[in-house]
């Protein structure tokens, strides 16, 4: 239950439509118009109506930017200033309603149709964005008012029907279009690496690590060419071949503790664990502090059930960086399989501290809640089980409630949730048509 760390399981860039998006990111003038005017006479007004918006005086933010945007028609309209800010603080709805009335108050600008559509892929919402990226691919070709604003959604449209292409797997679409965004800026580095990926699918390998090495020149943080390719013929079944481009990898870049890692992930996978823990060990040698390289290496040696060493590494994991949850999780699952019954408490409090933290609509709550179940099962307190089972069942993992009620029930003859276990197991049984 190793989570994802960076190199191997972050190889390919995303379908992200949005470029320069500001979600979830501190906001700035320079973020708010940036990309509509060169000069910066207009920031400190822009930056008071940021800090009225942190204040959360709303129409004093929205007055001083309808202000701004009457004294300069460059400036993109107030709306899209405003969701902005609204999705800097991840408040979706807000920025929703200014976008929609945007797109009525400005029915030439094609700003909001690009925020929106962004949003709308996000949600993976492919055909409402394709809808979105069209319109706002025919509103950028009318567009005279602004030149700086007019390249940047040039760009934002070439991204986003490329990534609706790309979802759709649609290559030679996907192609033709970022081959329009590289036109416009040819030193785009993930453009590059969604290039990489699009000619690989259109079985031209060569010319992908071409695109693949272009973007580590521009981008020293772009994944390593090799692996880029390695990783797409993994995925394609072809592990010889990605076997031999690791290797490759490797030979390249020898003192790259994050290439290390990457194939350290690439062997565990292919359950090669001997190459896999010489590997990461060498990667630990270049860079002793790092966190990706603990969870890796404890993750390998959890697998080849050196439960010591998998506690050691994941445990310096979890002391360096106590909120990691790849970490915490991985500790509690090692912890439980110790003859100590210090170290089997200690996992229980972890799996529950991991539970009360991540709860629903947490990307990690099933992984808690499944890594407590276990936990509770090998303690046997069969009561926490069924109240986990149930909370699993609540949230829709059926498959993983039955299991554990098969297997609480068929080895505990009496616990005081036992009658409560029953009738669940029968329920998911019947819905899943097994009869009672």
Same mark, same amino acid.
């Given at each position: 239950?190793?989570?994802?760390?960076?190199?191997?399981?972050?190889?390919?860039?995303?379908?992200?439509?949005?470029?320069?998006?500001?979600?979830?990111?501190?906001?700035?003038?320079?973020?708010?118009?940036?990309?509509?005017?060169?000069?910066?006479?207009?920031?400190?007004?822009?930056?008071?109506?940021?800090?009225?918006?942190?204040?959360?005086?709303?129409?004093?933010?929205?007055?001083?930017?309808?202000?701004?945007?009457?004294?300069?028609?460059?400036?993109?309209?107030?709306?899209?200033?405003?969701?902005?800010?609204?999705?800097?603080?991840?408040?979706?709805?807000?920025?929703?309603?200014?976008?929609?009335?945007?797109?009525?108050?400005?029915?030439?600008?094609?700003?909001?149709?690009?925020?929106?559509?962004?949003?709308?892929?996000?949600?993976?919402?492919?055909?409402?964005?394709?809808?979105?990226?069209?319109?706002?691919?025919?509103?950028?070709?009318?567009?005279?008012?602004?030149?700086?604003?007019?390249?940047?959604?040039?760009?934002?449209?070439?991204?986003?029907?490329?990534?609706?292409?790309?979802?759709?797997?649609?290559?030679?679409?996907?192609?033709?279009?970022?081959?329009?965004?590289?036109?416009?800026?040819?030193?785009?580095?993930?453009?590059?690496?969604?290039?990489?990926?699009?000619?690989?699918?259109?079985?031209?390998?060569?010319?992908?690590?071409?695109?693949?090495?272009?973007?580590?020149?521009?981008?020293?943080?772009?994944?390593?060419?090799? +692996? $880029?390719? &390695?990783?797409? *013929?993994?995925?394609?079944?072809?592990?010889? !071949? #990605? =076997?031999?481009?690791? @290797?490759? %990898?490797?030979?390249?870049?020898?003192?790259?503790?994050?290439?290390? +890692? $990457?194939? &350290?992930?690439? *062997?565990?996978?292919?359950?090669?664990?001997? !190459? #896999? =823990?010489?590997?990461? @060990?060498? %990667?630990?040698?270049?860079?002793?502090?790092?966190?990706?390289?603990?969870?890796?290496?404890?993750?390998?040696?959890?697998?080849?059930?050196?439960?010591? !060493? #998998?506690?050691?590494?994941?445990?310096? %994991?979890?002391?360096?960086?106590?909120?990691?949850?790849?970490?915490?999780?991985?500790?509690?699952?090692?912890?439980?399989?110790?003859?100590?019954?210090?170290?089997?408490?200690?996992?229980?409090?972890? %799996?529950?501290?991991?539970?009360?933290?991540?709860?629903?609509?947490?990307?990690?709550?099933?992984?808690?809640?499944?890594?407590?179940?276990?936990?509770?099962?090998?303690?046997?307190?069969?009561?926490?089980?069924?109240?986990?089972?149930?909370?699993?069942?609540?949230?829709?993992?059926?498959?993983?409630?039955?299991?554990?009620?098969?297997?609480?029930?068929?080895?505990?003859?009496?616990?005081?949730?036992?009658?409560?276990?029953?009738?669940?197991?029968?329920?998911?049984?019947?819905?899943?048509?097994?009869?009672?």
């Amino acid at each position: 239950m190793v989570g994802p760390v960076r190199g191997w399981a972050c190889l390919l860039v995303g379908f992200a439509a949005v470029q320069g998006g500001v979600a979830h990111a501190q906001v700035t003038a320079q973020t708010l118009i940036g990309k509509a005017v060169s000069d910066d006479s207009q920031n400190k007004e822009i930056n008071n109506a940021i800090s009225r918006f942190r204040d959360r005086d709303i129409d004093g933010c929205r007055a001083i930017l309808e202000r701004a945007r009457s004294n300069n028609a460059k400036l993109p309209p107030p709306g899209v200033m405003m969701a902005t800010l609204w999705l800097s603080v991840n408040q979706l709805g807000p920025a929703r309603g200014e976008l929609e009335d945007t797109a009525v108050k400005f029915a030439a600008d094609p700003e909001p149709f690009l925020m929106l559509g962004d949003l709308a892929f996000q949600d993976r919402r492919i055909t409402d964005a394709a809808v979105l990226f069209e319109k706002a691919t025919a509103l950028t070709a009318a567009f005279t008012e602004n030149a700086k604003r007019k390249r940047d959604f040039d760009i934002r449209c070439h991204a986003g029907n490329a990534a609706v292409a790309e979802a759709r797997r649609q290559w030679e679409q996907a192609q033709k279009h970022l081959q329009g965004w590289l036109d416009l800026d040819p030193d785009n580095a993930s453009a590059r690496q969604r290039m990489g990926i699009v000619l690989f699918n259109l079985g031209k390998e060569q010319e992908s690590l071409v695109q693949f090495k272009e973007a580590r020149k521009l981008d020293g943080k772009a994944v390593q060419p090799e +692996l $880029a390719l &390695a990783r797409l *013929y993994d995925e394609a079944k072809k592990r010889d !071949t #990605a =076997k031999k481009l690791i @290797e490759a %990898a490797i030979k390249a870049a020898p003192n790259d503790p994050g290439v290390l +890692l $990457a194939s &350290a992930q690439w *062997y565990l996978g292919q359950n090669d664990l001997e !190459t #896999a =823990k010489v590997t990461a @060990e060498n %990667a630990l040698k270049l860079d002793p502090k790092s966190l990706d390289g603990k969870i890796v290496r404890g993750a390998i040696a959890r697998v080849a059930r050196d439960y010591r !060493t #998998a506690e050691k590494f994941f445990n310096e %994991a979890h002391v360096q960086s106590p909120g990691n949850f790849p970490a915490s999780n991985s500790l509690a699952l090692v912890l439980v399989e110790s003859d100590d019954e210090a170290a089997r408490q200690r996992a229980t409090e972890m %799996a529950e501290a991991n539970v009360a933290m991540y709860r629903e609509n947490s990307p990690q709550q099933v992984n808690a809640l499944t890594t407590l179940a276990w936990v509770y099962y090998k303690r046997l307190t069969t009561d926490g089980a069924y109240y986990v089972s149930k909370l699993l069942a609540d949230r829709g993992e059926k498959d993983r409630a039955r299991k554990i009620l098969e297997e609480v029930l068929a080895n505990e003859p009496m616990f005081a949730t036992r009658p409560d276990a029953v009738d669940l197991l029968a329920r998911l049984k019947k819905e899943a048509g097994g009869g009672n």
